[in-house]
């Protein structure tokens, strides 16, 4: 059974300070692929990245960057320099392969609250 | 180009009653998905079409939820004698084939009073 485990439900940071937002998951498949989306509070959840389960490069994109480490399943989202902007929840999803009839619906974490207080 | 739209934004209804919740998905994207997200939690799958056909509907939380897509474009989420419980935000998403990176529309939000 897929899981995704976001054990952090609220982060507060001040401007310009680092932040990690983890995420733990659980599949049995071998191909998988996961995911970190942006909830602001307008309500739309926006894309932010999708890595699949062959691919354990880091990733980094302006300030955002992504460590993917399968021995420790987990695909951890860090925000360089936070601003105001970056204020929302936060949602890593996992989804399985379309083998085996896989229909890649994403399974989410609960989601992580992060504020960035001026 | 457009994103995904829903409609209505919100929908108030009384126990008891029937609702309709559309989706018109990106243009050229086949794969279309319903979720269900409640207050403080993350998005719950409710349903898959690939095409026209639901290719997984093991979300939906029981027969009172039904959903179709019969032109392979816009999408429908009906629920019939509607609860108190199905009160949430009732999203949509589409993707391209094989692609994976789904696109979400604004949602409807969904009060039964």
């Known amino acids: 059974a897929q899981k995704v485990t976001q054990a952090q439900t609220e982060i507060s940071v001040v401007e310009k300070e680092d932040v990690t937002l983890d995420c733990v998951y659980e599949t049995r498949d071998t191909t998988y692929y996961l995911f970190w989306y942006k909830q602001p509070p307008s309500g739309e959840l926006v894309f932010l990245i999708r890595r699949n389960s062959f691919d354990e490069q880091n990733e980094i994109s302006g300030r955002y960057s992504w460590n993917f480490q399968k021995s420790t399943s987990s695909f951890n989202f860090t925000i360089t320099a936070s601003q105001v902007v970056d204020s929302a929840v936060y949602f890593c999803?996992?989804?399985?392969?379309?083998?085996?009839?896989?229909?890649?619906?994403?399974?989410f974490g609960k989601g992580t609250k992060l504020t960035v207080n001026p | 180009g457009a994103g995904v739209s829903q409609t209505p934004s919100n929908k108030v209804t009384e126990k008891g009653k029937y609702v309709e919740l559309r989706c018109d998905p990106i243009?050229?994207?086949?794969?279309l998905y319903w979720y269900r997200q409640s207050l403080g939690q993350g998005p719950e799958f409710l349903i898959y079409?690939?095409?026209?056909?639901?290719?997984?509907d093991s979300g939906l939380p029981n027969d009172r939820f039904f959903a179709v897509r019969p032109e392979g474009s816009v999408s429908t989420l009906k629920i019939q004698r509607t609860e108190r419980g199905d009160s949430a935000m009732y999203l949509c998403a589409s993707s391209l084939q094989g692609a994976g990176e789904q696109y979400f529309g604004p949602g409807t939000r969904l009060t039964v009073t």
């Open positions: 243009s050229g994207h086949t794969a």
């Open positions: 079409f690939q095409g026209t056909g639901a290719a997984d």
């Open positions: 999803a996992l989804s399985e392969g379309e083998e085996e009839g896989g229909s890649e619906k994403l399974v």
